[in-house]
Structure formats: C-alpha cells, structure tokens
C-alpha cells in the first residue's frame, strides 16, 4: 500500500505538518490543471482530471494526504468510533449458524465465529427424506460441530489469509453432490477467480479459471460449467462452457455478446431441465435455452430481441405439463405472467396466467413441482403471492400477509424444486430479520429463525411509520422512518435520510443492528423512497430517470423539508451511496441548507464525464438509464443541468464526507477525488475525502473491518447531528 512518503517532496499536495504533532494543519490543495473539451458546442473544464491516472505516484500520494486530512479532524471522534464498533459488536451474536436449506440430500448452512471475519460454509446428511424441518442445533460452539455429521465446505477466512480483502464471488455444488465450484476475488475488481474442490478429498482439482464474473453454473450430468467473463468496459459478453478436467484455454465460447448496450449471463432452472442464458439491456430482453432432455438441438431462442420488451424465462410443471413461465412487459409497464410452450414462442403465443394491473407491479417468479412464488409489489409495500398446482393446473392463489404498516418480505429461493414449503424472509425497520417456512397448503407460517440482537433489544421500544411528503409537481413520496417511542417525547428529533433512487431499484424497509446506535442515542433514521427507484411501481423508475431525473432530487428535497416542517426533524443529515451519491450531490448544490450533513459513499458525482467515455465500466449499458450525452444534444444538456460535479458554485455547503475504494470498477474513486477537491477549491467547503487502498465497490472486507468502516462513517454522522453521547436516548 503506497504511504504518504511515496508522495515527491515538492508536491502541493503535501499538507503543512505541524511541527509539534505531526499532524496536518490544512486539507491538501490539489493544482488546478486546466484540460478544456467541447460537446455539442459547449466548451467544459476539468481541473482535475490528471487525479485519474491511479497508479503515478502524486495521485496515490495526494489519496494518502486526504486520508491523513480525514484522520486528523476526525480524531476528536476515534473514542465514539471505538464505543460504536463494540455496541455493533455487543448487540451481534458472533459464533452462529443460519437456517439450513435442504438440496440434493443435504442441508446447507452457513456459519460465523467469534473472532473470525468471514466464517465457513457446511452441511450435513438428510436423514429423513420425507421431513422438510430444517435441524436446529441446542447450541453453536467454536471449534465444535454444529449438527451431528457436520462437512466443512468452505473455510472462507483460510482462503482469505494473507489477503487484505476477500470476496466469495459465487458457489455452486455438481448434481453428484461432489464437486464445489466457487470463485474468489481478492483485490475488490470483481474479476473472480473459480476453482473446484473435490469435496470427496478436500483437494482442489487443476481446472482454474480467471476472470470470472461472479460463479459458474453446472450442467444436469456435472461435466460442464458455464461462466461470463467482461470485456474492458466490465460488460459481462461472453458465455464460456469449461469441460472437467481441461485448461481454460480449451473452453468453447458459447456466445459472444457484440452489441455493447447488452450484457450477458447463464443459469439453470430450478427443476433443473434447463440451461438458460440471459442477453439484456435496460430496456430489452433475450434468452435463450439448452434442454437437457434434448442437448442435440443445441441453444434455441426462445423469443429475439424486440426493442423495450423485457421479460425473463423459467420452467414449471402445471397440470402435468411442461411449461415456460414468461414475465413481461409486453401488455403493460408493470408486467404480466404469461405461460408458452416449451418451445421457440414468440410473444404473440404467450397466454396470461397473472393479467397486467397497474396497481401491481410483478417483479419476479420462482417454480416449485407444487406452487408458483411470485414476487410483487404494491403501494410501495413487497408481496408474496402463491399460486398452488394440482393436477388440474393452478388452484388458489392468495397472499402471504403480515400486519406491520411498513415491512420487506421475499422469498429465499430455495433451490430445490421438490420443496413443499416457502423458504421466506421478513423484517421491519425494528423488527430483526426473521426467516419463515410457508406451508402452501396449510397456510401457516413456523418461524425457524430471527436474528439475535444482544443486549435486551426489544421491538416495542421503537416506532415506525409510513410518512408521504408532497413533491413540488403533486407527487406523493413516500418515507419510511424508525425512532424510539420515548424520543419522540422530547418534540423533533436528529434525523439521518437516506436515499438512492436509480436503477429501478427500491429501498425497502430493513433492520440494522449498527442503526440501533442511532436510534438509541435519540435520533431516527428515515428512507425517502424517491423517483428512480423501483417501490411504486415501473412509472415510478421511468420518472426518476434520463429527462425525468430531476424527480429524484426534488422528492429527496421534499421529503427532507416534510421532515423538518412536519415536526419530525429537528436537523438531517443526508446519505446515499453509488447512485444514491449522485442524489447526494445533486440536493447539495440545489438546497444546501436543507441539511446539516451529508455522508457520501462511493459516489457517482462525475457522472456526465463518465458518460461521455464510452471505453470507461458501464457507460454504454447505462446509456438508457442515463442517457448519452456523447451523441444526443439534449442528453448532454439534461445531464449537465443537474451533474454534482459540473454544478458546484461559490454558495456555503455543509459539512461533507465522501468514502471510495480504488480498485472501484463502478464508480472510479477519480469521482469523488475532483469532486471533493472542487468543492474546496470553489467553495470552500468543509469536505472530507476518505480512500480504502484496499477494497472495490463494495467497501472492505471481512464483517469486524466492515463494522469500524460503519463506526467511522456512523460516528461523523452522529457528531453532525449533535449525537455523540452514549446510552439510550442520549436526548434526555
């Protein structure tokens, strides 16, 4: 890891040390390197586009002087950094086991250990082929079995040995149930490694594959995997199939993806019939299948690309007869479930299983030999509706229903097919993540696991709501928000706001152990769930994207003012990240006074540079998400109206910390790096920039590291909102 003495005495970067302590007296200047570029008749400039080139030294040294900066003015808060970790640590029952989940014979767990980052995978023998309760064990001690006839599968902290960080990329057991493909990265760029472990010897077999994104697929008789690999943009575009026993240099090529707005993927279907490789983009989709019963008739296309149809396949047995299940969007924006022979099937010969609802938005399926799991949502709120088979076809069909006002459940996608119960989850922000089998016929619910919060943590001391804030076109936003009950007796409280809508992706209602630090010391923590995300439905991402993404940025504003107008908050403090730190950005150039912090990770502040690159990682798949300002004019000028970067002015900021990993692949850490030194350099803003040399998108590795990366950022939060006293309720 490169230090600050790699950094060239002459410098500017280098911050004046104090003689006394050491310590440096201001943050570091970076120089000003003017570099102009026109579009579309618009001329920008870069300052501080030489903080791209990651491996010259002055670059890594200037990251090393922002981390000392960091340090140094943060050091006031290292005693409540320490006093969070051990709360994070005291609530968290460290040596554990999850709910095992049954396949092939065996039940698979997972299991977690005092003292030890990463933990191991197991599992033992079936005994009774016709029980489907998972074995509990009386008791989990290190060192010990946790169930009798226990088979270490993977000792995830014996691989990650001797590596600052560690990511399991994906595992995967061979139909035989004797062979482990798992892939490993060990440098935070998300280009894995696969391996297989002969689980018969514990030996590791030759075959060793690089540049794996993510783990591979076995086919039915475990004589091949499937694989992606990416090309320099990080698009996954190839499907690879490796045979046993040969070098990659061997592996066929299935396909090659070459239009770079698609990327590509490979599985199985659960009843294990099928291969099925996915092409996509944004708006589009493609699959194709390889049967099992029939491997002579190669890879067929179940249905080409049809511009801004998207829809996925799977396999199920209704009635006795073999059917794909298709979801798509081709009847409406929300999706409907269809059904197709198993065959090539355009979209015209897909029947309705679930008709289209505007109200409803259908989100996945999952196939078991006697119910359909589908995963929807409505009203912002995740649904689980189950469909059950007989040998008519498709019976009842209902909901699976909890009586929180504000909750997530889904369904843990058990893998085998065969399984007569729903594997679930569920969880409240106040409620622990709890883990449900769902008897389909009986409709009964047997709770197999909540997650243990040490320490005498009760539900009932907090409360939760379903807030709406009013968006300046009339939209209702909804907010979701967690605070102690006795808190609130005091009037407004401290408030973090989170949010990040992008992607389609929603923020739905969770748990946090870390969270209860907060919460305990009076505050309360709120998710604005904005335009761009995914919770109100398809209309709600298509509002809060390309033209439209502006919504995103005046629901945040407004849920943030409901906050403070409604008597909720008496300060906020801001924090998204990725996506959500491109929002951070934006509402801080827009109403900077709204709030009196803002905590930025990973963020994606430099967006219309990067989208003007198309060589850079995912710039042309998320040209429909964002738009391209490279060769359309009113993309340019949407983006630029609103990009964090290009939209810095002479205004008072609040304070600001902004957290990156360098070997990020989806957001280059130069993002936040020029961001940070722009804001600075014309503002004057009060702005922290915090590097991990060791670590990708994701942040560090390991759960203790990952624990005292959220005390940091947790602790600077708390100071901002006027927290930092211990114990519960801290108001008072």
Known sequence: MPSRTDVPASSPDSPTASPSTGAPEGPPQAPARPVTREHHGHARVDEYDWLREKD???????????NAWTEARTAHLAGLRETIFEEIKGRTLETDLSVPTRHRGYWYYGRSFEGREYGATCRVRVTDPHDWTPPAPSDVEP?????????LLLDLDELAEGHDFFSLGGSSISPDTTLLAYSTDTVGDER?????KDLTTGELRADVIEGVLGGATWD??????YYATVDDTWRPDKIWRHRLGT?????????????PKYWTGVGRTRSDRFLVMVIGSKLTSEYRYLDAEDPEAGWQVFSARQE?????????????RDTFLVMHNGTGPDFELATAPVSPTPPDGWTPLIPHDSAVRLEDVDAFATHLVVHQRSEGLTQLRILQLDAEGVGEDYLVEFDDEVYTIGAGGSPAFEQPTVRLGYTTMRTPSSVYDYDVRTRRLALRKQAPVLGGYSRDDYEEHRLWATAPDGEQVPISLVVRKDARAFGPVPVLLYGYGAYEASMDPYFSIARLSLLDRGGAFAIAHVRG?????????DEGKMAHKQHSFDDFIAS????REQGWASSVVAEGGSAGGLLMGAVLNQAPDLFDGVAAAVPFVDNLTTMLDSTLPLTVTEYDEWGNPEGDQEAYEWISAYAPYDNITAQDYPPILAETSLHDTRVLYVEPAKWVARLRAVAGADVLLRTEMSAGHGGVSGRYQAWHDRAFSLSWILDRLGLTAAGANARD
């Open 308 to 320: 801004g149809l998207e829809y996925s396949l799977d396999h199920a047995v209704i009635g006795g």
């Open 143 to 151: 060192g010990q079995p946790a169930l009798p006839g226990e088979e």
């Open 220 to 225: 039915r008789e475990g004589d091949n995997l």
């Open 247 to 259: 070098s990659q240099e061997d592996d066929e090529l299935v396909h090659h993806e070459t239009d």
């Open 560 to 563: 943030a003012r409901h906050l």
């Open 56 to 66: 010259s030294p002055e670059v890594l040294g200037h990251l090393e002087a922002e």
């Open 192 to 196: 894995y490694t696969l391996r297989i």
């Open 533 to 541: 995300g995914g919770e109100m439905g398809r209309r709600w991402y």
